[in-house]
């Protein structure tokens, strides 16, 4: 008779791996059992909180003998923050997970084998690195950090390891004007981003002007501020642009999902015409701000959600003479409807920048499909102490 498990039951198991979402995989008899905070060869006590069918999530109630790799967190919440889950491991060992688990996501979902390793930029700066992040505040409790793992509880956080100086600077300064006694709601949310020893901070409860930040990196100068993305490891955007970017040349390209410009502008120095699109309009309007200031005439933008944009175009019969296409969705990656509008206009080339493997891999099943060949797959290490990764594709037709 096999074996059948309950929510509440502990068990002993050994981490094999790393997989996607960071968790440990481990097994017992009839079961995969995923396991947040596992190092690869620990060998831990666990107790299942969920079960479904032939899988378990667990969670760590002692570690019987700690894997070669573990460390101690240098990070004093760590365990309870649910901001960092890679604190356990060395950067190296870090680094390699997270190659494993885009591996592992190409593989398992994409059924995609690579016909070379994927390369891995690591961070210059593994901690202190972090230039934006979102801040959760109890005013009753009088509390402003990170949710708690796995609820929405507020972790009191004095010092956040990952923080630039300067973010670290608005923390502490918020945790020391803030008005407990005024706040409108219970619990709210504090946006913040630093750059050039300055900060922006945006929220609701918030009553001052969202200042503007601005940043220079290969060679061009973008312009954001709290309330709108921007690559939060400043030492790494010029990396990714190059990544992104290099070796792309030709009349006309497209950049989907192009934020603030941080592609837009390089495209233009390379391209004779070169479009933007982007959902939200006030990223838009730093973006032409952006290309304005560096004289570039040839970059337009538009204001649409992308695929709304692909589809009006080539019902209108344009976009039959696009050159390269890049794309940097958010989390959930592209809709469909965008990637088969992409494989309709049939760009000789393509640079995919995807912040989730699992999505990436989906995506890029569909243009091979399609008749496209990855030509390289970079990941960048984006979000040191984290399971996160940024991963560069770029893809041609054949």
């Excluded at 831990?44 to 460390?71: D, G």
């Excluded at 967190?73 to 870090?94: E, H, M, N």
Aim: glycine share 8%.
């Amino acid at each position: 008779m096999k074996k059948t498990y309950k929510v509440g039951e502990t068990l002993d198991v050994k981490i094999e791996k790393i997989v996607p979402r960071g968790y440990g995989l481990a097994f017992a008899e009839n079961l995969t059992v995923f396991v947040p905070l596992g190092a690869p060869g620990d060998v831990l006590r666990v107790k299942i909180h969920q079960t479904k069918n032939k899988t378990a999530f667990a969670e760590i109630v002692e570690i019987l003998t700690p894997s070669p790799v573990r460390i101690e967190a240098p990070c004093i919440y760590f365990g309870r923050c649910g901001g960092c889950d890679f604190q356990q491991l060395g950067y190296k060992d870090q680094l390699a997970a997270k190659v494993s688990i885009i591996e592992d996501a190409l593989k398992r979902i994409g059924k995609i084998a690579l016909e070379a390793p994927i390369r891995m930029i690591p961070s210059p700066q593994p901690f202190g690195y972090r230039g934006r992040a979102q801040w959760h505040v109890d005013a009753r409790r009088r509390k402003i950090g990170y949710f708690q793992r796995n609820s929405h509880k507020v972790v009191d956080v004095v010092h956040c390891p990952i923080l630039t100086d300067e973010m670290q600077k608005t923390l502490t300064g918020l945790r020391r004007d803030m008005d407990w006694n005024a706040s409108l709601s219970e619990k709210f949310e504090i946006e913040a981003a630093g750059a050039g020893g300055r900060a922006s901070v945006y929220s609701t409860e918030i009553l001052e002007p969202t200042e503007e930040l601005s940043f220079e990196a290969a060679g061009e100068r973008f312009f954001y501020s709290a309330k709108n993305f921007f690559q939060g490891n400043p030492f790494l955007i010029e990396k990714l642009i190059e990544l992104a970017v290099g070796g792309a040349r030709g009349r006309k390209a497209l950049d989907l999902y192009c934020g603030v410009g941080l592609f837009t502008l390089p495209l233009a120095r390379k391209f004779e015409r070169v479009a933007g699109v982007e959902a939200n309009r006030e990223a838009v309007d730093f973006a032409e701000r952006a290309a304005e200031a560096a004289r570039l005439e040839n970059a337009e933008f538009a204001a649409e959600p992308v695929d709304e944009f692909l589809a009006e175009q080539l019902s209108e019969g344009r976009l039959t003479d696009i050159d390269f296409i890049l794309l940097d969705p958010p989390r959930a990656g592209a809709e469909k409807r965008t990637v088969e509008n992409i494989i309709r206009i049939g760009p000789p080339e393509i640079s995919y920048v995807s912040c989730d493997p699992s999505v990436l891999a989906r995506d890029l099943r569909r243009l091979l499909d399609a008749g496209y060949r990855i030509r390289s797959v970079t990941a960048v290490d984006l979000f040191p102490q984290t399971h996160h990764v940024e991963t560069v594709v770029r893809l041609e037709k054949n």
